[in-house]
């Protein structure tokens, strides 16, 4: 059966503490590493940048990169700030419900997909 | 300039107005064109084939070359065959996830009519040696600003009803957003990019960074999109979870641009970038394993549905391809293994098991499933769509194991530095068993076009009010 979670801000418990913590160290033992990693290649990319003519090579596609995932890091903020992973699971139930209700307001089709009148 | 939305706010208040939600006819108009690019395509495919084995019909014509045909079977499969089913199925899901039309009905079938006019000229072109030196980016130059303003459109047309949309998006959406700017962007680099901007080498690097993308970019994000979308409405039940959905999006968007130099191993690329590519490409299999996950996580309890239900087993057989295609990656990125693989037919296998065994699958099944309700009327013949799915599968997995093996064996004969004529003797019975394995996949295609025809010939079926579709 389908069925619509409720969004309702008021009804979620303040977030224990726990949790909290165990977000925070997942954070810093999964992103401390990951940025330190990040920050050394980068500066090993202006490096060679810098002292090779030929590290033009390796600026192209990482400026790319960079500029691909600026973008996707701001959609992602904009994302979390409108509520877009807020109830994530509602919009599952959500776009089955639509279907539902266009197939029943309309027959795009027929009633079977195979004609039933042969046995081709 | 806001487009008409069809309110189900509530349930009382009937819906009338489907018709104008989805326009039928320019979704048929998109599928009749991609499917007559493949089988241009096809027929481009077999005549390398028959190459391969010595068998040029066509010798001393130098329009209908080899090497010409392959750029037509290459660029009518990405633009003519892909490109155009995928944009006819995006007229049917769009509207009906967000409740609101395209932008415009007008706007539509100039995206048609242009987007057609870049294939023909893109097919002309290469045919006329005006080809771009960019793998899968052959089309002219002259033609590319035209297509790059097409994909701006496309992107205007769908994205208009995606913005207007409220409350949190479906994950299928996201992964139509980020297809529209990426493909818009990944098309601008490889083909602007390399001709005008940089040179040598480093064009070298945007060109293999180019044909990454493109299928990174522009066609996953779509694949898995309509999956998302056609697999729970077929299941009649939502996906396992939303939020690894989502987990899935968002690694594809931050690991997947960084993938490209992946292509450029062993060249005078700094190495740190070279291994940078390497750990991207495996942290993007931990994000493909997520979504397999989810969707067979989707089909527990329904299994059965693989045997009855026809879309489902083209959607679930391209899905374990995937699986594979994507486990060949990870070993495929390595330096070890690159050493042995490189330039052979491993490569071509990879590919065509991507294109064909996976997002053309996804694109076939859809169709099956669309085609009755986009014409009102019953398949003609069940078998017939059983003989399409079977030819195609059979020939793609054929032609998979057929080239895999081809290209070790190619491999080792070139590391045993062995004269080259020794690897093109050891290819000749891969190639010849290629050539059957096409035809059963051409065979298919022409069954099902074929059924199409007998379809729309039949007569219309009466639909009995409020009945469900059932596949």
Redesign the interface.
Known sequence: MLRIVDNDPGDTAPEPRTRRLWTVCCVVFFLGPAMYGFGTKFYELVRVFQGDSTGAFAVTPIVNYLLAGCGFLMLFAWAARNGMFRDIERAKFEMLENEHKLDEIKNFAPSHTYAASSRR | MSPPVLD?STANE???D??R??D?RIVLCYYGAALTYMVISMLGGLLMALQLVRWNELQGIELLSPGRWRMVHTNAIAYGFLANAFLGTLHWTIP??T?RPVLSKAFSYLIFAAWQVVVLATAGGILLGHAQAVEWGETPVWIDPVAQLGLLLVAINFMTPIMAAR??????LWYFM?AF??TF?TYA?GNF?PQYV?CG??AG??AG?FIHDLVGLFVTPLGWGLMY?FV??LL????W???LS?VGF?GL??FY??Q??HHFLYT???M??QY?AVISTIAVEFVVATVIVNFFGTLKGSGREVVTNLPIRWFYTGMILYGITCFQCALQVTLTFQELIHFTDWVVGHAHLVMFGVFSQWLMGIMT?LI???V??????????EWHYWLSVVGIVVMFLDLTMAGLFQGWSWSSMRIWDHSTQVSEPFWIVRIFAGLSMFGGILVFIYNIYKTLA?PV?V?????????
């Open positions: 189900t009937p819906l009338t489907v018709d939600l989805v039928r009906r996830l409740m409350g949190p998006m479906y994950v299928t980020a700017v990426w962007l680099m990019v940089v080498t480093n690097a945007i960074l979308y729970p409405i009649k039940k939502p996906i979870s939303h939020g989502l968002w968007a931050f641009p960084l490209g130099i005078p690329i700094p740190f970038l940078g499933y009755p309700r986009l009102g009327k019953p398949w003609y013949s069940r078998k017939l769509c039949g079926e639909i009995a009010a409020k009945a469900q579709p059932a596949v």
